[in-house]
């Protein structure tokens, strides 16, 4: 008889891309160069892994929201139907270097440190993947109650009231890339006042195509061309020699952020200063 699978955080799909998500945000604002967060993800959560299909199942029962019980049954099995065709071997080898490069970039134990949203769903998840061969009735019938129960949710709660930023994302808050994007928001307002209708749609498309490289950098692309004409309108205004010598030299650089074939990270965080730059000017 098959043994009751105990839940692994360290092999959990779900838990792993949260982690990673987490670590490209502070990686970002701490502008290490080093870093391999970002690098990693992208290697090994995209549509051609296997690694990355399973996140997928993992997000759609985290994220799913029916009032119907019926319905969130179906749902459990169409995903437990999907992730069977997944190859099992092949899996299990990307996990392994995913774990490996990770070891090999963080110090493991800091990088696992970190509170876990939706802890007992994600386990759940892993648990009932896991366990779908098991000839234990009851450990799948638990698993697959505490699933069925998160998705037929009537209410999120939340302890604090969020921010207005973050309300626009309230039917997504148990997706990962959102707690991303939260931090960002958080870590950004503390160096400045407020973020922008502009930054905030940046930190947006940064954090959901984080993948998706090319979405990104055509929006990179034309954000720079809207932020350059800004600052080209902004010019003829400008009394000060130094201060229009300095613009002049930031609208001569803006060229760069649409330079190289994928986005990099200090490009986004350039282009947020530069949204800054022009809000500043608006309110001079």
Do not use: C, W
């Amino acid at each position: 008889m098959s043994s009751q699978t105990k839940h692994s955080k360290i092999r959990n799909t779900g838990i792993l891309f949260e982690l990673l998500t987490r670590q490209i945000t502070v990686d970002v604002l701490n502008n290490n160069k080093s870093a391999e967060a970002a690098n990693i993800l992208k290697t090994f959560f995209n549509k051609n892994t296997q690694l990355g299909k399973e996140y997928d199942f993992y997000r759609v029962l985290a994220t799913e929201n029916y009032k119907s019980e019926t319905k969130a049954n179906h749902l459990v099995d169409a995903v437990v139907k999907a992730h069977q065709k997944l190859n099992s071997s092949s899996l299990k080898r990307e996990k392994y270097n995913l774990i490996k490069e990770i070891k090999k970039n963080y110090e493991i134990n800091d990088f696992f440190m970190a509170r876990i949203s939706n802890y007992k769903v994600s386990a759940s998840i892993y648990k009932l993947f896991e366990n779908n061969n098991s000839d234990k009735p009851a450990t799948k019938t638990q698993n697959r109650f505490t699933i069925v129960e998160h998705i037929t949710r009537k209410n999120i709660s939340t302890k604090v009231k969020e921010k207005e930023l973050v309300e626009g994302y309230r039917k997504q808050e148990k997706d990962l890339r959102l707690l991303a994007y939260g931090i960002l928001v958080e870590k950004f307002n503390k160096k400045y006042s407020s973020l922008s209708a502009e930054q905030r749609k940046l930190l947006k498309e940064y954090i959901n195509n984080i993948s998706n490289t090319n979405s990104l950098k055509e929006f990179i692309e034309s954000e720079t061309v809207k932020v350059k004409k800004k600052l080209q309108a902004i010019l003829p205004t400008v009394d000060d020699k130094i201060t229009k010598i300095k613009l002049n030299e930031a609208v001569n650089q803006a060229d760069t952020l649409m330079k190289g074939r994928i986005v990099e990270d200090k490009q986004v965080v350039t282009l947020m200063r530069y949204y800054e730059l022009v809000k500043e000017l608006k309110n001079v």
